[in-house]
């Protein structure tokens, strides 16, 4: 499995969000930076730190020109929820049969079982300028992201 990497074209995919509407990578690249993370599970400690410190730097995302992504393989309605709940600013795709996470090379952690949490910081062009990965870091992603985002 080919695993995406700084330097390398952004994988186009085509997802619904939390909304049931179709989200195709290929109507943003060439137009938007985009901050694209991938994260285990909705409602999971881990992840909802991780997702409320991306909606608390929202505001910086959108100011350096970027558009925040959510993907795990939870459901939409899953996501709804989560975003519901947790008054997330930003999209959250479904990635249900996981194909945009292996079409990244997402690796899963311990003992594959549990799924990868990395982001990816994407160029206007479509060019992936950055990657983080780290399972246990969840608050490290944002600071990360941005200092990725600000020196474009």
Partial sequence: MKTIQKGDQCPSFTLNDQEGKTFN????????????????????????KQACSFRDAYEDFIEAGARVIGISSDS????KKFVEKNRLPFTLLADSDKKVRKAFGVPTNL????????????????IVQGVFNSQMKFDQHVPEALKIINGL
């Avoid at 939409?76 to 996501?79: D, G, L, Q």
């Avoid at 003992?111 to 479509?126: F, Q, W």
């Fill in 111 to 126: 003992l594959g079982l549990i799924p990868g949490r990395v982001t990816y910081v994407i160029d206007k062009k479509g």
């Fill in 25 to 48: 990578s290929s109507d943003f690249i060439g137009k938007e930076n985009l901050v694209i993370y991938f994260y285990p599970k909705d409602e999971t400690a881990g992840c909802t």
């Fill in 76 to 79: 939409e309605e899953s996501h």
